[in-house]
């Protein structure tokens, strides 16, 4: 006999108040005290032990503009990014359908990094096996975490831009009957994450900002699933536009593109299954290396926001807030303000899916590159990528010929695994993804019956 692990609902992981005031402090305590206690899946939230939503609010003399940009910080989640949300649903979506069980089954993920090390983390909290597969040509901090947890990996050629190889290598693995996928780009427990919990906390994170509403979200799309939470917003907010941002260098979204960029978790050569066409309103190019180089001093040069009006604390706490995907949120984020002619009281709302801890190795090889890195050098890439960012790259794709180029390129990315065309059709409808966003209320019913039972 097996047990159903002891994890959150949907509604606990999205208001964390409403968890057991007994099992909440031993979670916060955990936290601080012991990373792989399984009482931290209550910790996996957007909310702080206040039950604040932890975000910044960006200094407008960073961004350049007079719209607030409004930040959810990812970093404070269990294993220090918010995948580990998706991972969780993923996997406890599968456990009490009696798909996945532990002792029984081993997991596989498929990522570029954070995903891979979410999925890591929650099998060692939920005593699963996992592999994880992902490009060999990653950061090495995100190997080291990985491995750090005791999951497997499993390294197929490339980078970032070439996803779609460990997708090939996840199906062939995954003919053994003992392993069950959290596929990222394709299964909607991500979707319905971040639907939930993702957007509803970004509209609570504007309530004392602004008006107190949202006129933008932005965010870089990986496997599409933090693009979700544009639907909850729209639904609140439904003046609000949804911006998918990806690297110039490989603009899949765009126009097909497909090449190698250095922004990891984000730009996959593809139009996941799980991104929901219908609501993404802009599609905006990113230069890979103006997220990096940002990073870079937003890092390493503080005294240099400092010098053009930062407070002088903010600045210093912003060094470990981003990872390079979250520099790339913060220059879309900007861009889109300037893009919709957005005011003082507008708010673009955008996340940061992981901090800085991850990426040394990523600036480490920057500076290989790059032949000098004078002050005068950071100072100028300050200027040009935050405040004097241009909106050049800003597709509206709201255009029916944009939508359909789109649903197009998800069909030449899914049919050949395995969808139907009748499914594909499907997702054209707004009554599909809100029919799959309902099943979190009977998810949450069937993870308070059944976690801790033997089954």
Not at 266 to 281: E, F, P, S
Not at 389 to 402: H, N, Q, S
Request: with cysteine; hydrophobic share 35%.
């Amino acid at each position: 006999m097996s047990k159903i692990p002891f994890g959150p609902t949907y509604d606990e992981m999205l208001n964390p108040q409403n968890i057991d005031p007994q099992v909440r402090a031993s979670a916060l305590k955990a936290k601080k005290e012991n990373e792989l206690d399984p009482i931290n899946l209550f910790n996996i939230t957007w909310k702080d032990e206040k039950n604040n939503v932890r975000k910044i609010v960006l200094p407008k003399a960073m961004t350049g503009v007079e719209a607030n940009i409004v930040v959810l910080i990812g970093k404070e989640f269990p294993s220090g990014s918010h995948k580990v949300g998706p991972a969780y649903a993923t996997l406890i979506e599968g456990s009490v359908d009696g798909e996945i069980m532990p002792g029984k089954h081993t997991i596989l993920g498929p990522s570029t990094g954070n995903f891979g090390i979410g999925v890591s983390y929650i099998a060692n909290l939920m005593k699963y096996k996992a592999i994880v597969i992902m490009p060999d040509n990653m950061s090495k901090e995100r190997y080291d975490r990985i491995r750090g947890y005791g999951a497997e990996l499993d390294l197929t050629p490339g980078t970032e831009s070439d996803v779609i190889l460990t997708l090939e290598r996840t199906y062939e693995l995954k003919k053994n009957p003992s392993y069950r996928t959290l596929a990222q780009f394709e299964l909607l427990p991500n979707y319905r994450f971040h639907r939930h919990v993702t957007g509803h906390s970004c509209v609570e994170s504007v309530k004392d900002v602004g008006n107190g509403r949202i006129a933008c979200f932005a965010s870089a799309p990986g496997s599409a699933g933090t693009l979700a939470a544009g639907d909850a917003i729209k639904k609140v907010f439904p003046e609000c536009k949804i911006a998918a941002l990806e690297p110039y260098e490989c603009s899949t979204l765009t126009n097909g593109g497909l090449g190698q960029h250095r922004i990891e978790g984000i730009g996959d050569k593809m139009c996941t299954l799980i991104h929901n066409v219908l609501t993404t309103d802009f599609i905006v190019r990113i230069f890979d290396q103006d997220s990096v180089r940002g990073l870079k001093v937003i890092h390493d040069a503080p005294e240099i926001l400092v010098k053009y009006g930062v407070d002088p604390k903010v600045a210093e706490e912003m060094r470990e807030l981003f990872g390079v995907s979250g520099i790339c949120n913060i220059i879309g984020a900007i861009q889109m303000a300037k893009h919709l002619r957005l005011g003082p009281g507008d708010n673009v709302v955008t996340i940061a899916t992981d901090g800085y801890d991850r990426y040394e190795s990523v600036l480490e090889n920057l500076e290989k590159r790059e032949l000098e890195l004078a002050d005068f050098v950071l100072e100028r890439w300050f200027k040009d990528i935050f405040l004097k960012a241009e909106d050049r790259y800003v597709l509206d794709a709201r255009l029916p010929e944009i939508k359909n180029r789109l649903f197009k390129q998800k069909e030449n990315d899914w049919l050949k695994f395995g969808y139907t065309q009748e499914y594909l059709d499907a997702m054209k409808k707004d009554d599909f993804w809100d029919h799959e966003y309902e099943k979190v209320f009977s998810y949450d019913q069937k993870i308070l019956e059944m976690r801790g039972k033997e089954v």
